[in-house]
């Protein structure tokens, strides 16, 4: 069966750090060739989607096969974005980009997909305990900080607000069953 031999145009590349213990990151390159076919395919041939790999070890020349041109794409960063941490963890280190760790190196949709419904859940369940908070139960509440929560629950939990509730400020709000709230730190404005 026919495979590229070689790279061909690059469409897509990036570059992420690989950080090792003791020793200064290093760059580790990925590019993503455009995906092709065979010169004359034949009926049921794929297309494949090179990739090169560079800065972990010694470079190669991946193929990745799809039925068509954008299966190969998707599955080729798939490939990279399941290969690439093993290889650091092999090579002793972790890669890193825009200072994030390995699993968002490359976008994976059905994680995202899993990610986005679990955000969902975390807003609606502050949603809950906002209410909670906010109705009389005879405890003192602090009323900026369910207000802040609640617009951050408006927003979907997405924020431009600098007055948005830091972690260490929601950690105030004990859970359900305590009798008071710490006031030592009031949330500043």
Known sequence: MWRPRTMGRVIAERT????????????VRVRFGRPVRAPRPERGDPWWCPVDI?????RRLERVA???????LT???ELVSRVLPVEADRAGGRLEWLGERE?????????????ARGLQNCITGL???VDALEKPAG???DRSIAGRLRALIASGGHTADPGRVPPSELAKVRAPGSSSIDRRRRPSR
């Open 16 to 27: 992420v750090k690989l950080e090792r213990p003791g020793r200064r990151p290093t760059a």
């Open 54 to 58: 560079s800065g972990l070890g010694s």
């Open 66 to 72: 799809g039925e068509d041109s954008l299966q190969a």
């Open 75 to 77: 599955l080729a960063m």
């Open 103 to 115: 699993s968002l190196v490359f976008a994976n949709t059905f994680a995202s997909g899993i990610l």
């Open 127 to 129: 949603a809950e305990a």
């Open 139 to 141: 405890r003192l509440v």
